[in-house]
């Protein structure tokens, strides 16, 4: 069985290095992950892009480009200032093959837009979300609209899955692979359905294994210890901010020689002494 891989923000951030560095140009890169969204989606009616500064709004000025070569005129909204340096060159292609733009504060809560697609925030956030960015969130989750995320939902961290405020998200679609954070702790409870996008990245350490969620109860008997993420926390003295759940869990397993499973109400990590693997209930294509 050829399953697919779940890794850490570390892991993917010196995984793409090493990709632009001997194989693809971050350019391409850029285009392939906004390939993958539209690919993913059935664009149709108003678009609108909400973008920040980083590689995340980069994905969301490549798609423009590929949505005006399809016909279809999105609108950019930029929420802070500043480009990645791909992302200005995408965000320039775009506005010249007829883009729109809109400032966020005209847009009224992006009323009479059909999808939303957020590229605010990339994998790479930790801490709270603050100021323009919270505000861009609000709006898009006010909307109504159809709510595609670019890789991440904007406010989740990364790694752990924790958020004060991110999108609520109709699909997201992570770039690459996966990554932890869109399976633990608050991440569960913003992601309505997700897929991956695989744009060529050379993976420099396997992590983690994807199962399907139906395998789950597969794990929960024969002695299994199985908990709920707070049921976890307050069993061994730790925290969502600084605890590593599915270190502590391969540890754990290791040590206790049994199965151990953590689990939301939509998805779970387990180990079962020689592996670890994640699951959700939201994964479209496992």
């Not at 500043?82 to 093959?97: C, E, P, R, V, W």
């Not at 323009?132 to 609209?145: F, H, K």
């Amino acid at each position: 069985m050829n399953l697919q891989e779940v890794i850490s923000v570390d892991n993917m951030r010196k995984s793409d290095a090493h990709t632009i560095a001997e194989h693809t140009t971050s350019s391409e890169l850029m285009h392939r992950a906004a390939k993958g969204i539209f690919e993913a989606v059935k664009f149709t009616g108003r678009v609108a892009i909400v973008c920040g500064k980083g590689n995340n709004g980069g994905d969301g000025y490549a798609l423009a480009c590929i949505l005006c070569k399809n016909g279809i005129i999105p609108t950019i909204i930029r929420a802070g200032s500043g480009f990645s340096k791909d992302g200005l060159y995408y965000y320039n292609t775009a506005i010249s093959l007829g883009a729109q733009e809109e400032s966020l504060a005209s847009t009224g809560s992006f009323t009479g837009y059909d999808i939303v697609v957020d590229c605010l925030l990339g994998t790479g956030f930790s801490g709270n979300v603050r100021g323009e960015m919270s505000t861009a969130i609000e709006q898009i989750n006010a909307s109504g609209a159809y709510i595609i995320s670019a890789d991440i939902n904007s406010g989740i961290n990364g790694d752990t899955g924790i958020a004060d405020i991110a999108v609520n998200s109709d699909l997201t679609v992570s770039i690459g692979y996966y990554k932890t954070g869109l399976f633990l702790n608050d991440a569960p409870y913003y992601i309505d359905s997700m897929v991956n996008a695989d744009i060529g990245i050379h993976l420099m350490n396997e992590e983690y294994k994807l199962i399907d969620y139906s395998n789950l109860r597969l794990f929960e008997g024969y002695g299994s210890q199985v908990m709920t993420t707070e049921q976890f926390y307050n069993r061994y003295g730790r925290n969502s901010e600084t605890c590593n759940i599915a270190k502590f869990v391969t540890e754990l397993s290791r040590s206790q020689r049994k199965t151990v499973v953590v689990k939301t109400d939509h998805s779970a990590v387990i180990a079962d002494v020689k592996y670890v693997y994640f699951c959700a209930d939201y994964i479209l294509n496992v």
